[in-house]
């Protein structure tokens, strides 16, 4: 069976997993960047400064990120819909319970 991705919505990008998976990326981005390595600009840092410098960049990194996934959702969107191009294609193949 082959299908093809005409068009994504925009807002089930953000009311979905996705944030929480951005942020859950960027709490570990954050811990290596401020917990793990040897950094001389965090160095004087406090444990609790640091703390809260994770958060804000775990925070800020999830809107940015997002923000880039549904502009580049909008850009396919215009594309697709718009100028006509072809979608993302996928071909699936059903296959039983047992196998």
Known sequence: MKLEVKGVQLGSLVLSSVPAVLFFLGILGGAITFFV?????????????KLLAM???SLLYMLLMAALVVMASFIYNMLTTVVGLRGVRF???E?????
């Not at 390595?37 to 400064?49: K, T």
């Open 95 to 99: 296959i039983a319970e047992g196998e």
């Open 55 to 57: 958060s804000v960049f």
């Open 37 to 49: 390595v040897d950094n001389p600009q965090v160095a004087y840092m406090g444990f609790g400064q």
């Open 91 to 93: 071909e699936i193949e």
